[in-house]
């Protein structure tokens, strides 16, 4: 069961292995480590002095990840299984995935020691068969590298014998200081869901006051020295605690409604159940059938009404609960297949429950086709490279949909830095430019410019001056392929012709043009 954690991860990688701007921060944080180490005299050349965002982030997550990956990219390369940049990138994400799938492991674990191992199966084949969380794992936005330390917390809450009423001292106070250490440097949400979670432990028992505010003080103490040191030392500003200064300006001045707002029920009426899929109605039903699974959810759903009072919503900001709604499913998805076959209702209860699971394979295998066809950007610095592989003297520039939908510094194959296990190719010496802002006539003029990967190709090629060497296509939406005679006939086709009833459709994105001089 857990290697089906580990591949289902590892499939979502390889199947969409670009990257969108959204995980571009620790991405090229995790690059610049990766090629030059955190000495000062290397910290000029780093992404984040060229593009720093909004506010700025911790480094704290992405030097790890350079750290766990450079020796597995040496040992790769040595192998022959890593040769290029992309190869990097595909690796920093494969471990990053693993790293989250070893929490859910844990997790499953615990599941299996307080539910059995029945439940436990289902909890794995919900979570795999899901989506959103397995395509986002091995994704280095924020929230991922502060999943991993929240599903720690949770497995040492809630690894415990089936009938036990307290978990230990230890592991409560392991769990608390987990999550303050995640609320401080990854993501500062995460208090919210530190809360009720706090409240429910000092109402049963689990911890007393006095050492809960010990744990929450010495462990919160000890991640702002640790974010504050680092991150300071980095960004060269002193001090700069990053999660501190991302709560003042997206909360305190409200900054954050400018990437849009939603109304209050957006996260129990649209954001969980995308996630979630099936497990929703399974997750109400384990509650509803045992006193353990309702004990469980009361600190996520209370995590889910407090951050709702937050105008602007993202599904990513309640991820690190989908774990125990999962779990809840898991126990009502039991119920169901356990219930005697020898009458109608267990066989109905039995359908069921593989009918929800059956859906959302086929949700995630549809959103799983469209997302392969979303980073057009990727797809485009890709091609380019492959076909001016053998050319010197190249200077391209990247434009903006570009750069955001995978063209990350990884997929710069042919400029330098190289790590030193891999080996540079014979033209290395490109140019990728990523200056923004800059109008036909800007790149025109500018000579020195041999290439450009373009959202538009009209004006350029009415110029004279460029000529379209390709052009790369990306996911536009959905079309139903219905047979004539309406839905009902859709059972008559035969079951190998079903994938051509909803159709992908596509179009132009982007383009590569050479110049024509």
């Not at 790890?64 to 994400?93: M, N």
């Not at 809360?195 to 103490?221: D, E, W, Y």
């Not at 010197?392 to 434009?399: D, G, M």
Request: charged share 15%; proline share 5%.
């Amino acid at each position: 069961m857990d290697l089906l954690l580990l591949a289902t991860s590892w499939a979502h990688v390889l199947l969409a292995p670009y990257t969108k701007v959204e995980e571009s921060f620790n991405l090229h944080a995790t690059h610049d480590v990766l090629m030059y180490g955190v000495g000062r005299d290397n910290l000029y050349k780093f992404d984040h002095n060229v593009f720093p965002g909004a506010v700025p982030r911790t480094f704290i997550g992405s030097i790890l990840l350079a750290w766990l990956t450079s020796p597995i990219a040496y040992v790769a390369s040595q192998w022959g299984l890593l040769s290029t940049k992309f190869d990097l990138q595909i690796a920093v994400r494969l471990v990053l995935a693993a790293l989250n799938a070893a929490g859910f492991m844990l997790i499953r674990r615990a599941v299996c020691r307080r539910f059995g191992r029945p439940t436990g199966l289902m909890y794995v084949l919900l979570t795999c068969s899901q989506f959103h969380l397995p395509f986002w794992m091995g994704r280095t936005l924020p929230n991922m590298f502060a999943l991993f330390p929240v599903n720690l917390a949770f497995f040492a809450l809630y690894d415990r014998a089936p009938q036990s009423q307290y978990p230990t001292r230890r592991s409560v106070e392991v769990a608390f200081a987990l999550l303050t250490f995640t609320a401080v440097v990854f993501r500062s949400e995460v208090v919210l869901l530190l809360a009720p979670l706090a409240l429910q432990a000092l109402l049963l028992r689990h911890i007393s006051f006095v050492r809960l505010v010990k744990v929450g003080f010495l462990s919160g103490m000890l991640s702002i020295a640790l974010t504050v040191t680092i991150d300071s030392y980095i960004w060269n500003q002193w001090p700069l605690w990053p999660e501190l200064y991302g709560v003042y300006f997206n909360v305190y001045q409200g900054k954050s409604s400018d990437w849009g707002t939603s109304p209050m029920h957006a996260y129990f009426l649209a954001h969980l159940p995308k996630l979630l899929l099936g497990s929703l109605p399974l997750a109400v039903l384990g509650a509803v059938l045992d006193n353990r699974v309702r004990a469980l959810m009361h600190p996520p759903v209370l995590f889910i009404v407090l951050i709702s009072c937050l105008g602007h919503k993202e599904w990513r900001f309640i991820v690190y609960v989908v774990p125990l709604f999962n779990i809840a499913a898991a126990r009502g998805a039991w119920w169901m297949v356990s219930r005697r076959k020898g009458g109608l209702f267990g066989r109905m209860m039995f359908l069921a429950a593989m009918g929800i699971i059956a859906l959302n394979c086929a949700i995630t295998i549809v959103s799983m086709r469209a997302s392969m066809a979303n980073y057009p950007g990727g797809s485009a610095l890709t091609t380019f490279n492959d076909q001016y592989a053998d050319q010197h003297a190249v200077q391209v520039h990247i434009s903006n949909l570009a750069a955001q939908t995978g063209a990350s510094l990884f997929l710069q194959s042919h400029s330098p830095p190289y790590i030193p296990s891999m080996a540079a190719p014979a033209t290395n010496h490109w140019v990728y430019n990523k200056t923004e802002n800059l109008s036909p006539r800007d790149l025109t003029a500018s000579m020195s410019l041999t290439h450009l990967i373009t959202e538009s190709s009209v004006e350029f090629i009415r110029s004279g001056r460029w000529k379209l060497v390709d052009s790369v296509r990306g996911f536009s939406g959905w079309k139903w392929n219905l047979p004539r005679g309406g839905i009902a006939k859709v059972f008559q086709i035969p079951l190998h012709q079903w994938l051509s009833v909803l159709e992908m459709e596509t179009h132009d994105q982007l383009y590569i043009l050479e110049r024509a001089e």
